[in-house]
């Protein structure tokens, strides 16, 4: 309970440090307000710390009217507003940017139909592109969704949920870079494994094949260690069983593009494995993707470190601040209940 008085003047009052850990009466006096409360251990800013001559006295200080006056000014904690809309500022973006996945990915899957019926995922022998859109898009909208009204509207719980799942990642990330150098060989082996996997739903999924042909063009590779491996697509099936006009043949994507061509030609696979292997490099890619990466990794190794550090930066930032902004508002509430 609280009573508030106005140009009340007290003639014999005293003040002492309240360092109790039970409440004890307090008059408070600021400017010509004068406030009579129950005073736990906390630090009060601004206000003088008056006791009445009973109450002096059941604090053994003597003579109220012979003791000094004493003035106890503290500095108030606040939340800082450059970090508090540095991180939403910061969130923002990441927020904008999973709407952006999630919109893309369910537009991807409004054209293939799958909206309409979502088992075609799961039937889906290897893996589609949209799912992986989708998924990042979920991560960040609810990363930045939580930023940004945790630091709002200073809510904690929010603000460690973000904090804590930043960390969780910045930790997987570190992990799967460490694991993936000591066990190159067990990555090498679950890539083959992927990729053909992939080559068995080449067309399957147009995402999927837009995937590998860009993979296979760009690295300019075919198959996972080589032409043969599109064996294992019922359509590029050199057995006698497959009556594809694909048969024996590879997808455009592993073909020597012809300078002189300004048109794609999407048959120029065609029966290209029905010729003599000797021949094969003149027509396609004979390099499998696999050696290609790892040849590819070495020589881009500044890149793909740059990247990663980026990205831990990035993280690192904003945990920093979700973890300095926590501290301002848990500093403001132990001022506020103390």
Known sequence: MEIS?????FPSVTSIPVFSSSPVPAVLKKNNEIKIILMPKRQVSGWQILLGPSLAKSHNLGDPASRKMHY?????????????????????????AGVVFLGVGLWAWSEKGVLSDLTKVTRLHGIDPV????MVGVVMFTLGFAGCVGALRENICLLKFFCGTIVLIFFLELAVAVLAFLFQDWVRDRFREFFESNIRSYRDDIDLQ?????????????GAYGPEDWDLNVYFNCSGASYSREKCGVPFSCCVPDPAQK??????GYDVRTQLKSKWDESIFTKGCIQALEGWLPRNIYIV?????AISLL???????????????????????F
Do not use: M
């Open 72 to 96: 106890y000014r503290y500095s108030n904690a606040e939340v800082s507003c450059w970090y508090k809309y540095l991180l939403f500022s910061y969130n923002i973006v990441f927020w904008l």
């Open 210 to 222: 837009n995937l590998i042909d860009s993979l296979q063009k760009a690295n300019q590779c075919c």
């Open 131 to 134: 799912v992986l859109v989708l």
């Open 263 to 268: 048109v794609v030609n999407t048959q120029c």
């Open 305 to 309: 470190a740059g990247v990663f550090i």
């Open 5 to 9: 008085l106005v140009n009340v003047n």
């Open 315 to 337: 993280q690192i930032f904003g945990i920093f601040l979700a973890k300095t902004l926590i501290s301002d508002i848990e500093a403001v509430k132990a001022g506020h209940h």
